[in-house]
């Protein structure tokens, strides 16, 4: 097959293989996986959340579609309600703008079929239903942070899970244009809802946001060039590790030497982390002038947030792209009527002033979410879930593929370590047991801990690798849902 699509669930893979099937391109199979990914994986990501890309169409961009602080946000409005973090969960958590849909009205004006195709399937999976996968059904009983509407829609679902004022927004946007979104009858809803409940987002944020096109970092591993994310997202941690491991020959390397090679650059790398991605920094032109600074970090903070990254190939356009309403559920804020439901993105803020990532109005937080394209001998499209440790899959990944010459199934499926540090605190490393490490603390194979990795690779057949730690390899009748 010259074109594939891969996604964390086979419902969302399938919608994209549909519209390229039918005469749509990337944009299109990106609009229908990731229309799809919203009501399948509502665990994972939410018309509420945030998207970044990175794209091959003639030219390698990237998209910036995370939001920034609502204008009444700001670290005085926490500190007068006694606060000294802000909260994981609730309306004072949502108050990062949704970036999701304005990525959408970026691939919607380069795509071939009406945003109607583009999303009939994600509207039919929302209002007639699906077969909520068992991670799913676990995520849904486990979260205890919704609101009334949050749990009229999930609570008590175990077999079939109906959305249908998810539906209703989709098809709302379909008729009267994204934008409406924004500008239109859904901002007014988030307004009013938001000032029922004591959030933070105005029409007026909602009217002002716009995604970003933005220049890609690119890096040389090898002789692949690797293109991904600059700040606010942490792409720039894999692009400066792959360009430190440019000096060692890795694929004669013993087993345990490989690993403690990959583990030693890959501190100097969360160092750079730690003090070059925030808002507003101002990188030199060359990322090889970008130097650890020496000091350690410290114990700390450390969460691990729920995404989905799929990849894109229509034998041409190359997109790999991830989204996330942050921490599970996000917020557990669904707006009224509208099956919306809001990231917490913006509880990854310092109420620190003095912190490179202090909460200000109009202000992006760092970001976990990354995506990348390497381009070399093959193509390879790739993105995980994770959070912190988003590009230690990538680079374990792309190394398999690019060092040692695996498939990029098997690279995907390959046991992994990670490191959960945030850019607040300090971890342990741990590793899938299979993979048997000295020095570092086991945990069981197959461990969401490390991610759930998707990609693409071209040459001869566009080959998609899924990650078996989540649902993407689940088993499911096409004629079911697919007629």
Known sequence: MKYNVATSHPLSSQAGIEVLEK??????????????????????NGLGGDLFATINDNKYYCINASGYAAADASIDFYNQKG??????????????????????????????????????????????????SRKLVKAINKFDGGDEDFNSIYKDT????????????????????LESFYTGEIAGKIEKDMEEKGGLITMDDLAKYRAEIVDPIRVKYRDYSIYTNPPVSQGLTA???????????????????????????????????????????????????????????VSGKSDLSDTTAYSVYDGNIEISAIQSNYMGFGSGHTIRGTGIN??????????????????????????????????????????????????????????????LGYTIQDAIAYPRFGYPASIYGDSKIYYESSLRLDHYEPVDDLNDMMGHAQGITTGKDADRGIDPRGDGLLLYMKGKYFT
């Open 23 to 44: 005469g749509g391109n990337a944009y299109d199979a990106m609009l229908a996986a990731s229309s799809a990914l919203v009501v399948v994986q509502p665990h994972f």
């Open 83 to 132: 606060l000294k973090e802000i909260p994981k969960r609730g309306p004072l958590s949502s108050f990062s703008i949704p970036g999701l849909v304005s990525a959408w009205i970026i691939a919607s004006e380069k795509a071939n079929l009406p945003l109607k195709e583009d999303f009939k399937r994600a509207i039919q999976f929302a209002e007639t239903g699906f077969e909520p």
């Open 158 to 177: 175990e077999k079939w899970l109906v959305q249908k004022d998810l539906g209703n927004t989709l098809e709302y946007l379909v008729n009267n244009g």
């Open 239 to 297: 692009a400066v590790w792959l360009r430190d491991l440019n000096k060692y020959e890795l694929s004669g390397m013993e087993h345990q030497k490989y690993y403690d090679t990959l583990i030693k650059t890959m501190y100097d790398a969360y160092n750079i982390r730690r003090n070059y991605i925030y808002d507003g920094v101002k990188l030199p032109e060359n990322i090889d002038n970008l130097k650890p600074d020496g000091t350690q970090n």
């Open 342 to 403: 809001m990231n917490n993105r913006g509880s990854y803020f310092s109420l620190d002033s003095d912190n490179k990532n202090s909460l200000k109005p109009g202000k992006k937080t760092f970001h976990t979410l990354m995506s990348i394209i390497a381009s070399g001998k093959k193509d390879i499209m790739l993105g995980s879930m994770g959070g912190d440790v988003q590009p230690q899959v990538n680079v374990q990944i792309l190394s398999r593929i690019i060092d």
